[in-house]
């Protein structure tokens, strides 16, 4: 995936469909999860190591900051 916005992703029901089969996928992946392994130390080379609490707390701040995105856009667009 590109790093910036490449005007690819405009099929609104593929966009949809998205998030349903990748909420799926990270519930199953927290559901997993045990209170020691979310100690864990895992890296990636975006965000260098951090533990899987960590990590899992990086994508929830992500993902709000994108909802807020298409609020601002949904609330001025219509």
Do not use: P
């Not at 045990?34 to 929830?60: C, H, N, P, Q, Y």
């Amino acid at each position: 995936m590109e790093k910036r916005d490449t005007g690819e992703w405009t099929d609104l029901e593929a966009l949809k469909n998205y998030v349903v089969e990748s909420f799926g996928k990270l519930k199953t992946i927290i559901q997993k999860q045990t209170d020691e392994g979310w100690e864990t130390l895992i890296s990636t080379k975006e965000f260098g190591t951090k533990t899987k609490a960590e990590a899992f707390g990086r994508i929830v701040s992500h993902t709000t900051y994108h909802a807020g995105q298409l609020a601002i856009i949904k609330k001025y667009r219509l």
